[in-house]
């Protein structure tokens, strides 16, 4: 097996929730994986839209620093901080800093229909 490597030169980088978000997993044709994943940024005075989903998620904040809120309540974040996003908490992601602020998104948990939840 060849060594598998995503490329951030060559990666599909769209505009999703407010940010530029790079999906990373699954990563079709390699991985399956039974959570997603994917690299964000916002970019200096933006914040990502306001939204909740049915999964359960997690930020880790890699670069920069900001205001996280969750269902009303804010609080400051840097980089090296980890956030916990239960399933349908309303959130949003404000960079209060000079450069981008950008984090890593993973979620887990969707129901497989309406039905299973």
């Not at 839209?49 to 205001?67: A, N, R, Y």
């Not at 609080?75 to 602020?101: C, K, M, W």
Request: charged content about 20%; aromatic content about 10%.
């Amino acid at each position: 097996m060849s060594l598998l490597i995503q490329r951030r030169a060559g990666a599909s980088v769209t505009d999703e929730y407010g940010t530029r978000f790079r999906r990373l997993y699954p990563w079709k044709g390699v991985a399956d994986s039974p959570w997603g994943s994917a690299w964000a940024a916002v970019a200096p005075g933006a914040s990502s839209h306001l939204h909740g989903h049915d999964e359960e998620e997690t930020f880790i904040v890699l670069k920069g620093s900001g205001t996280m809120q969750v269902d009303g309540q804010a609080e400051s974040v840097a980089a090296g901080d980890v956030i916990y996003l239960p399933r349908f908490s309303e959130h949003t992601l404000r960079n209060d800093g000079a450069g981008d602020l950008e984090f890593l998104c993973i979620w887990w948990g969707a129901p497989e229909s309406p039905a299973a939840s």
